[in-house]
């Protein structure tokens, strides 16, 4: 079965910038979706379609793309910024869905 | 305002059967594909399956642990989306959402949760 990968963990100081990157074959033919946790919440979209930004969503929260590899940026990362974060694309044909195991994001 | 709102989690045994329902309002529910998503307990996301809208044909797909013993449907008239589950398992035991891709290609929206626990 298809699969995102993500790293489980990356953490950064205040004001800093956090790199969370997401990997899987079929990137170059499928959008990515990235959403942020907090804990006890469901999960908020915070970009869409590898690089657009919903309404509402912060412009320090950034995305991009490079082959089989999207990436979720985050600018000046604030404490309220600690959350999980899951990528989220789908399988070369478009009709299953699978999300990225997820990164903890530790503000230090 | 979207709302999306689960109901009928619980307890149940492995084995048995039970019914999710999502109530949604604040949008065009019959031309929404909607999709339910799960989340073991201090585990991941895991997309479970979707329906479309009856317009795009009214098909679900559904995740492979699922297929076969999850049944995803929907009513229109009652902006409702259902998740039946049939021989549960141990491992089906999640908070499930119910989520809608509306405006931006993934999944917008998203309800609060219901959480099914699967325990003898």
């Known amino acids: 079965s298809y699969e995102l990968t993500q790293p489980p963990s990356v953490s950064v100081s205040p004001g800093q910038t956090a790199r969370i990157t997401c990997s899987g074959d079929?990137?170059?033919?499928?959008?990515a979706y990235w959403y942020q946790q907090k804990p006890g919440q469901a999960p908020v979209l915070v970009i869409y379609?590898?690089?657009e930004r919903p309404s509402g969503i912060p412009e320090r929260f950034s995305g991009s793309s490079s082959g089989t590899t999207v990436t979720l940026t985050i600018s000046g990362v604030q404490a309220e910024d600690e959350a999980d974060y899951y990528c989220?694309?789908?399988?070369?044909?478009?009709?299953?869905?699978?999300f990225g195991g997820g990164t903890k994001l530790t503000v230090l | 305002e979207v709302q999306l709102v689960e109901s009928g989690g619980g307890l149940v045994k492995p084995g048995g059967s039970l019914r999710l329902s999502c109530a949604a309002s604040?949008?065009?529910?019959?031309?929404?594909?909607m999709s339910w998503v799960r989340q073991a307990p201090g585990k991941g996301l895991e997309w479970v399956g979707r329906?479309?809208?009856?317009?795009?044909?009214?098909?679900?797909d559904y995740a492979a642990p699922v297929k076969g013993r999850f049944t995803i449907s929907r009513d229109d008239s009652k902006n409702t989306l259902y998740l039946q589950m049939n021989s549960l398992k141990t491992e089906d035991t999640a908070v499930y959402y119910c989520?809608?891709?509306?405006?931006?290609?993934?999944?917008?929206?998203w309800g609060q949760g219901t959480l099914v626990t699967v325990s003898s």
């Open positions: 329906i479309k809208s009856k317009t795009d044909g009214g098909t679900t």
């Open positions: 989220q694309s789908a399988d070369s044909s478009g009709t299953y869905k699978v």
């Open positions: 379609k590898d690089s």
């Open positions: 989520t809608t891709t509306v405006t931006t290609g993934g999944f917008d929206y």
């Open positions: 604040g949008f065009t529910f019959s031309n929404a594909w």
């Open positions: 079929a990137l170059p033919k499928q959008y």
